[in-house]
């Protein structure tokens, strides 16, 4: 059984660009959820995406937009990348919204230059 | 406004002995707590969970105590071994449906053989 897989593991990128990572869920999970982690911080949340909508929304700008498919993965897009953008970003999925506990993924690992 | 605290960074502990991490939340509407570990390189792996309507669940080793009075929550690892050593987050989620989880900053347990 496939648990959470996120690609790319390490990302470098320049002040200004875009990047896109992405998400699959573990198997028979339909709700997935977007955490970044800075360095020696716990996980933040930045939405939550179940039946291809936004659900909820944490405290950041819309430089922050995502996606999810119909077969549930997802994609995180940063654009105009900051240097505080550096972190590693979380993925994780659920069964569905509300109280389902969450399962992460390994994580992308996003330097900005 | 850190909502979960974990205020010992780090703890150090015998081979053995008990492992007792403590966190602390001020949002009286939290209602459903968790802990994490988390090895390098990996993502957050669900550790236990403890709705406000228990004060203790124990799964092996690992028992979650809640006192909602105080505000604090604890978990305890029995018998400590190596493999435990890891970076332990708490989490908590309010009865309000918002479905992201506010992480504590952590605390880096190292168990000595």
């Known amino acids: 059984d496939a648990g959470v897989t996120q690609s790319p593991t390490h990302l470098i990128k320049t002040r200004g660009q875009q990047v896109t990572l992405r998400c699959s869920p573990k198997s028979g999970h339909d709700t997935v959820s977007w955490y970044q982690q800075a360095l020696g911080q716990g996980p933040q949340f930045i939405f939550q995406y179940y039946e291809e909508e936004e659900r909820q929304r944490g405290n950041f700008p819309d430089r922050f937009s995502g996606h999810q498919f119909p077969n549930y993965s997802s994609e995180l897009n940063v654009n105009a990348l900051l240097l505080g953008d550096s972190a590693l970003y979380l993925c994780?999925?659920?069964?569905?919204?509300?109280?389902?506990?969450?399962?992460f993924g390994p994580g992308t690992r996003l330097l900005v230059l | 406004d850190q909502q979960v605290k974990q205020n010992s960074p780090s703890l150090s502990v015998q081979e053995g002995r008990i492992s007792i991490l403590n966190c602390d939340y001020t949002?009286?509407?939290?209602?459903?707590f968790l802990w994490y570990k988390k090895y390098p390189a990996e993502g957050p792996t669900f550790l236990i969970s403890i709705s406000s309507i228990k004060d203790k669940n124990e799964d092996g080793r690992f028992t979650v105590f809640l006192n909602k009075s105080a505000k604090h929550l604890s978990l305890h690892i029995v018998p400590s071994q190596p493999g435990d050593s890891a970076v332990y987050f708490c989490?908590?989620?309010?009865?309000?449906?918002?479905?992201?989880?506010?992480f504590g900053t952590g605390t880096r347990l190292k168990v000595l053989a």
């Open positions: 949002n009286s509407m939290f209602d459903y």
């Open positions: 994780a999925s659920s069964l569905s919204p509300g109280r389902e506990t969450q399962y």
């Open positions: 989490a908590a989620s309010d009865i309000s449906g918002t479905y992201k989880y506010i």
